[in-house]
């Protein structure tokens, strides 16, 4: 079955988590991903645990369904290898900062030069018009940025830190997948192809403000920034008598419901704190001090039976270990596992959505360094002497 996106054929000038995990979604839907690599490789090759030494597990994850090639782009031959890929592609994603592409001579007005149908991501740390335009960024310097660390101590924490989850690189890739489809989609209407930028600063602080902007919504302010509810720090998985829990008391449903389990049915009429949405969130502290008193009464087994026949959102607190055995996990077929030729089997996690037609696929292995440059050469025309030169890092013309 043709996949979504077979026949669409995307360079991928990108390393490490944010642009890899963006042609990754694209490699799955059926796209030819041409994965560009210097002779070092992507850094998340040396991400250890690993059994080899260029194919670390955070690579394995995040390339799979991609072709490997190796290029020097300060050769002449080698760059010119790079154009005719580019002729022939659909899709540029590259996150190497614009005055390093513009250096290379690959800005996107000679793109488009080169290939008018050429629909060219970039992704940056933040966007051109602003002062901070061109400043290197990762991970946990955007969360710095979004004021990630500070909420946290808003919220409870002793001290500022880092949620451990590059959650920042993984949302900025998918807005760069929106942004990709959705130019692919004007492109084959009208025709006609575009640049896009997806600054990864932007695209979070969105996140940040979206749930925290408070009274800063009106002009002029009419309340402190932060949503109350989520900021107390008694929001929390809650001690139960023999581990925690996670649970959501949050409709008016909900609370009446609560207020049966507890043997105050009329919680809500008598106290005004309960009474709807607006007053549970202003005295949200009381709130869930009321939802953590009452679960250090059972064990976990207990309220969660209790809490479900409630119909009372609430779940257990996962570890890493027992969220990799989720029998919900292994029951929708989350996890896949395939053969890979060098390193063995390995655990692949493919796409959360299910589809009906066209549903993602795991075609290729992560490609070794260079593993496909041969074979891509040879694709563009070039002479079996010529693709040996160029795989082996020699010029073709000497």
Not at 96 to 111: F, H, K, W
């Given at each position: 079955?043709?996949?979504?996106l077979?026949?669409i ?11 890899p995990?963006?042609t990754?979604?694209l ?35 995040l ?22 890929l ?23 007005e ?10 060219t ?16 960024v ?16 808003k ?34 209407k ?10 990864m600063?932007?695209?979070m ?69 309960f ?84 549903p993602p ?38």
């Amino acid at each position: 079955m043709a996949q979504a996106l077979s026949g669409i054929r995307v360079i991928d000038m990108t390393s490490v988590v944010m642009g890899p995990s963006a042609t990754m979604v694209l490699g799955d839907h059926g796209a030819d991903v041409i994965k560009i690599e210097t002779g070092g490789g992507d850094t998340t090759r040396r991400q250890p645990p690993k059994k080899s030494e260029d194919m670390g597990c955070s690579f394995l994850k995040l390339n799979r369904n991609k072709r490997s090639v190796v290029l020097d782009l300060k050769q002449a031959d080698q760059m010119e290898v790079l154009h005719r890929l580019i002729e022939t592609a659909d899709i540029l994603i590259y996150s190497i900062r614009p005055q390093a592409m513009a250096r290379l001579g690959l800005t996107p007005e000679s793109l488009k030069a080169l290939n008018p149908r050429l629909i060219t991501i970039s992704l940056v740390g933040f966007g051109r018009d602003g002062p901070y335009a061109g400043k290197p960024v990762y991970e946990d310097l955007i969360q710095g940025a979004t004021a990630i660390p500070s909420l946290l101590v808003k919220a409870g924490s002793e001290h500022p830190h880092y949620v451990p989850v590059s959650f920042n690189d993984r949302a900025t890739g998918l807005y760069a997948v929106i942004a990709v489809t959705t130019a692919l989609f004007h492109r084959e209407k009208t025709g006609i192809a575009q640049h896009i930028e997806v600054p990864m600063f932007e695209s979070m602080a969105q996140f940040a403000l979206g749930d925290h902007i408070g009274g800063r919504a009106f002009v002029p302010p009419i309340a402190p920034m932060g949503y109350a509810r989520t900021l107390t720090k008694e929001r929390r998985p809650f001690p139960t008598k023999d581990g925690h829990i996670c649970v959501i008391v949050y409709t008016d449903g909900h609370w009446r419901a609560f207020a049966k389990v507890l043997g105050r049915p009329d919680l809500m009429e008598k106290d005004e704190r309960f009474k709807d949405f607006t007053n549970r969130t202003i005295h949200a502290d009381h709130c869930f001090e009321v939802v953590r008193q009452a679960m250090a009464g059972k064990t976990t087994a207990e309220w969660l039976a209790i809490l479900e026949e409630a119909d009372i959102p609430a779940g257990p607190l996962n570890t890493l270990e027992s969220l990799f055995d989720d029998p919900h996990l292994a029951a929708t077929g989350f996890f896949v596992e395939t053969d890979h030729p060098t390193e063995g089997r390995v655990l692949n996690m493919l796409g959360p959505s299910t589809w009906s037609e066209t549903p993602p696929q795991i075609r290729r292995h992560a490609p070794k360094l260079g593993e496909h440059t041969r074979e891509v050469i040879l694709e563009l025309g070039y002479s079996e002497d010529q693709a040996e030169k160029i795989s082996a890092g020699r010029s073709a013309d000497g």
